[in-house]
T-cell receptor, first 111, second 115 residues
Framework: AQSVTQLDSQVPVFEEAPVELRCNYS??????LFWYVQYPNQGLQLLLK??????LVKGINGFEAEFNKSQTSFHLRKPSVHISDTAEYFC?????????FGQGTELSVKP | GAGVSQSPRYKVAKRGQDVALRCDPI?????LFWYQQALGQGPEFLTY????????KSGLPSDRFFAERPEGSVSTLKIQRTQQEDSAVYLC?????????????FGPGTRLTVT
């Protein structure tokens, strides 16, 4: 069973617009949650992580995410995107020391 | 400093050939993970090492897949008698110390194409 679900496979957005990439997790993963970004032909780069504490997590490149336990969600947001944010984004949850990834969301920022 | 490196970056193999994929973790990192990323999918866990000990290999898809890390540093993922369904990007990640297994630093991956 899928433990981490990314609700959108593709998200097109215009430059300087806000964006939200949605992620839901199941109870089979721990509440250690992560967002990674993958640029073409590159490895995964950690954007941000939630381990405990404040439910609003700020990461690199102006991204932030909010952990919502009641909705089992960990959506990623950015108030104003740039062309350079075009990439694949993966939500992941921790399970037994390993990461369980969602299917990915392709963010395409258009001028 | 240097990150995680993987070689080769691209590998084309004929069906039935054996391949070996190498991962050089960040120096001093204790744990090492292997993931398989099929086209259009998220990475899926294959196996992981704590130093030279392979603690979990539950994600290896068949007995054709074998991983080792004999000296607790460099790791090799070997696939015997490759099949077309083995075509994927193989990602390696290293972790700085015990207790921080989720702090994973990824390499660029090896793209394997089986023809």
């Amino acid at each position: 069973a899928q433990s981490v679900t990314q609700l959108d496979s593709q998200v097109p957005v215009f430059e300087e617009a806000p964006v939200e990439l949605r992620c839901n997790y199941s109870s089979s993963v721990s509440v250690y949650l992560f967002w990674y970004v993958q640029y073409p032909n590159q490895g995964l780069q950690l954007l941000l992580k939630y381990l405990s504490g404040s439910t609003l997590v700020k990461g690199i490149n102006g991204f932030e995410a909010e952990f919502n336990k009641s909705q089992t969600s960990f959506h990623l947001r950015k108030p104003s995107v740039h062309i350079s944010d075009t990439a694949e984004y993966f939500c992941a949850g921790g399970q037994g020391g390993k990461l369980i990834f969602g299917q990915g969301t392709e963010l395409s920022v258009k001028p | 400093g240097a990150g995680v490196s993987q070689s080769p970056r691209y590998k084309v193999a004929k069906r039935g050939q054996d391949v070996a994929l190498r991962c050089d973790p960040i120096s001093g990192h204790v744990s090492l993970f292997w993931y398989q990323q099929a086209l259009g999918q998220g990475p899926e866990f294959l196996t992981y090492f704590q130093n030279e000990a392979q603690l979990d290999k539950s994600g290896l898809p068949s007995d054709r897949f074998f991983a080792e890390r004999p000296e607790g540093s460099v790791s090799t993922l070997k696939i015997q008698r490759t099949q077309q369904e083995d075509s994927a990007v193989y990602l390696c990640a290293s972790v700085p110390h015990w207790g921080s297994s989720y702090e994973q630093y990824f390499g660029p991956g090896t793209r394997l194409t089986v023809t």
